[in-house]
């Protein structure tokens, strides 16, 4: 399960997506776990997510907030734009003392700026080395970088084109597209703000 | 999944959600290629259909495969995890299970919405078993193979298709040369693509020995990635 991993775009659009994955270690601190995986998705609540999901449900985009808290079992998220939130986010959790594994999705050195921040210290890394074999049959590089917010893949190439076919039509503005790509990313870790973005980019590019 | 014709008014508004394209209009109504679709249910999911005729029924034995490795809010029976893969470093500063010194790799078949069939997992775990790799005993892959030493997958499964599939593996960081090696000949041999990753352990003094050797062979990787903050407890010693 890497989906927070292989999220594709330059260096200026990936520094507004961090994704925060909270779980326990099946077998050896799960017991319980429900609670603390609610007062996980509490916390960052308090600091501005544009996502949060628990994959038994959906995400914030496909529920309401609190039944996706409610919902909290086995592993959830929330998505950040800003570097700052992911910082008072990890002091918080560094606090409440949860026990449960929290791992941060970004770019490296901005993340290992927020963990020294925070007072942590990062302990495993997952590195990608990107797109092997017959890269022949991938979309273009636009599209990836908005399908690959969904790790899953629920969010097919064709949707992210007739979103962008409705923003150059005048029929969605990029927000109202975003928020129709949103639901399809089950775990809750697509970005719709760097969503939007991506996608007006498609559209004017296109015009 | 398929489709009831007799309740579809091929409106068109599935076609666009199908991750794998294998939804068209024939004779008036929508229809599913069964080869192609992987069961993930994405179409029924997004509501999108405004008669419900979207209709998932659960498939036997080994089409059964395409729904539990293609739609991630189905929890495998084996592994307690939703989703394709295991935990892995996710939960690293509770299990140990990624000690300093190895590398742990992971291969996505099918990744990002290409879709695989498990004939070109079985072709790459047969050449990552002949480096000694040992695949992850709680990984769905693993748990399809005859034998872990040779990495073959069970002849019934080979051309089911999946939107993707993880091998997941590790072995001593010396290796790491030699098995990249072998993994980027065989990946010329694939008919999908693959998306590819490491895992390691920090060193005490906050650096990763893996980035070090990744950039002395010159082999690219992200800017972004992911890390455990070791926030999980009881901590392990590793």
């Given at each position: 399960m890497t989906h927070s991993l292989h999220r594709r775009g330059t260096a200026e659009s990936l520094s507004e997506d961090y994704v925060m994955l909270c779980l326990p270690a099946i077998g050896i601190n799960d017991e319980g776990h429900d609670q603390k995986l609610q007062e996980f998705l509490r916390i960052t609540l308090r600091h501005d997510p544009v996502n949060i999901g628990a994959i038994t449900l959906g995400n914030m985009y496909s529920h309401k907030t609190e039944e996706v808290v409610n919902a909290a079992h086995g592993i959830v998220h929330a998505v950040f734009v800003k570097q700052d939130d992911v910082t008072e986010v990890l002091k918080e959790l560094d606090k409440a003392n949860l026990g449960m594994s929290v791992v941060v999705s970004g770019i490296f050195e901005k993340v290992d700026e927020c963990c020294e921040k925070a007072g942590l210290k990062h302990h495993t890394a997952n590195f990608s080395l990107g797109i092997w074999g017959r890269t022949e049959k991938l979309p273009s590089d636009d599209i990836l970088e908005v399908t690959t917010m969904c790790g899953h893949a629920m969010i097919s190439a064709n949707l992210v084109k007739d979103m962008v076919r409705e923003i150059k039509a005048g029929t969605k503005t990029p927000e109202e597209a975003a928020k129709v790509l949103a639901p399809q990313c089950a775990c809750g870790i697509f970005n719709p703000v760097r969503a939007a973005k991506l996608l007006a980019a498609m559209a004017a590019k296109e015009s | 999944m398929r489709i009831d014709p007799e309740v579809?008014?091929?409106?068109?508004?599935?076609?666009?959600?199908c991750p794998m394209e294998a939804i068209s209009i024939k004779d008036d109504v929508a229809v599913i290629d069964q080869d192609e679709c992987v069961d993930c249910a994405v179409c029924l999911k997004s509501g999108v259909c405004p008669v419900d005729c979207i209709i998932f029924e659960p498939a036997p034995w080994p089409r059964s495969l395409r729904t539990t490795f293609s739609d991630p809010r189905t929890e495998h029976k084996e592994t307690r995890?939703?989703?394709?893969?295991?935990e892995e470093m996710k939960t690293n500063d509770v299990t140990g299970r990624f000690k300093r010194g190895w590398v742990g790799l992971g291969c996505e078949f099918?990744?990002?919405?290409v879709g695989t069939r498990f004939r070109d997992v079985d072709k790459v775990a047969q050449v990552l078993a002949k480096h000694g790799v040992i695949f992850e005993a709680k990984n769905p892959v693993t748990i399809l193979m005859e034998d872990t030493k040779t990495g073959k997958l069970k002849e019934?499964?080979?051309n089911e298709k999946v939107l993707s599939a993880i091998i997941e593996c590790m072995f001593p960081i010396e290796k790491f040369k030699e098995v990249i090696s072998a993994l980027r000949e065989v990946a010329k041999e694939i008919d999908t693509v693959m998306s590819v990753e490491c895992i390691n352990r920090a060193d005490p003094d906050g650096s990763y020995p893996l980035r070090k050797m990744l950039d002395e062979m010159g082999i690219p990787y992200y800017i972004n990635g992911k890390q455990n903050v070791g926030l999980g407890r009881p901590l392990a010693e590793v």
């Open positions: - | 579809c008014i091929a409106c068109e508004a599935c076609i666009p959600y995890i939703a989703g394709r893969g295991t099918g990744r990002p919405g019934e499964v080979l």
